[in-house]
């Protein structure tokens, strides 16, 4: 998606490229207030995802993904109309654990009506994709396991971004948090490996404060949906490695 922002902005402030990130706090706001002064569909994905310009005084414009929850299409195994409160969800998660997976998001209205907003990132690809995302790094496990504890069913390759800066993230989690296992990920390297240390007193912290971690998650997810959550990031702690994963139900579908 590198060109969107140019298309959205026809202007000489665009530069070539999306604008250095504002600080956490200043992104959500402009997320929950900025103007949608463009807006573009996203000609990939089975759910309706629009680029969309924020533009608000004294802010530098940004460009943020749009995904309505009008735009979303029926699954057996999702309830209807959550896809968007996932996406928000996966976001505050990782804020709450303090690892900085997810770009900021959050839901708001829009030109086809409520959905989630999150940041764009633009993505800086490496030479080699498969040998860069296949390595063991400390960033790129912490997206593994928090696949594993949200029960990510999306984890394709596309979904994975090293910004400009270096950073690694993780998009595109409207497929999460369901109470059955769903698990489907290309992220395969970690597989029989010990949890990092660090990682797993995360996922002890997580336990132990979870009456703290609920009401972040309430807006966003049913009760049941926290619960089991929950049960996943315990079993994870005590078994402290990372489960055996099968090709015939553990790889997304269109892995690219």
Known sequence: MPNLFLELRDDDDAAGTTPAPLPEGETL?????????GSKLIPWGSNYSFAVALEMPDAPA?????KPRAGEAPLYDFPDGTLYLR?????????????DIVPPTLVRDGPHGVGSVQLYVEPD??????????????EIERVVLFDHITNNADRKIGHCLRDRWGKIWGIDHGLTFNRF??????????????????????LDR??????????ALASFLDEGEI?????????????????????????PYGWW
């Open 125 to 138: 690809e490496p030479d080699d994709t498969a040998r860069f995302w296949g390595a063991t790094h400390p």
């Open 206 to 215: 997580m336990v132990a404060e979870a009456p703290d971690l609920r009401p």
């Open 29 to 37: 706001e402009v997320l929950r207030r900025a103007e949608i002064a």
């Open 181 to 202: 296992p769903k698990l489907r990920t290309v992220l395969w390297q970690y597989v029989g490996e010990p949890i990092s240390p660090d990682l797993r007193a995360d």
């Open 227 to 251: 619960d089991a959550l929950l049960d996943r990031a315990r079993r994870f702690r005590d078994a402290g490695c990372y489960p055996p994963l099968n090709p015939r139900r553990n790889v």
């Open 62 to 66: 940004q460009l943020a993904i749009y």
């Open 87 to 99: 996406e928000v969800a996966a976001y505050e998660l990782s804020r709450w654990l303090g690892w």
